[in-house]
């Protein structure tokens, strides 16, 4: 899934829960209820293959996304800290599967493993670019209503 559906879900979260804590909480797991669905990501592989000259494209992609995101958020919602930081928190899983590859370790492989075979097992059945589409589409048309209402 896109980092941008993963921070709006994470927002609206923080939006609709106001237990912060909880909020938290839920924002982390929201991410890994998003990747069960099918969807379609853009490729990191020359982050995750350390070509970093070559890697100026996939960071333009994911500062671009984190940015919109950052202003959808400003514009539909109430602007409370805590939408921020549950937006932020929505990105640990990739941002920690990221780090994996690039410093292995046991905790990180573990996690790894479980968000990328377990959680994403849809990612490897044939399923058409529609439908991968689609659910981005609605998990962030979904996450905007939710952050609209005041």
Known sequence: MILLAHMLFGAAI????????LAIIVAFFGHYFL???PHIDYSIDNLRSKLWKKSLPDMLKITLDIALAFLI???FSNNNFLIYI???VALLPDSMT?????F???VLSWHDDIHTKKVHFLKYKKISNFWRVLTQVVAISLSI??????
Request: charged share 15%; hydrophobic share 55%.
């Open 14 to 21: 923080g939006s609709l829960i106001k237990n912060p804590i």
């Open 98 to 102: 990221l780090i994996s590859k690039i």
């Open 104 to 106: 292995p370790n046991k």
């Open 145 to 150: 209503f939710l952050l609209s209402l005041r």
């Open 73 to 75: 958020i400003f514009l």
């Open 35 to 37: 990747d069960v669905f």
């Open 86 to 88: 549950c937006a932020i």
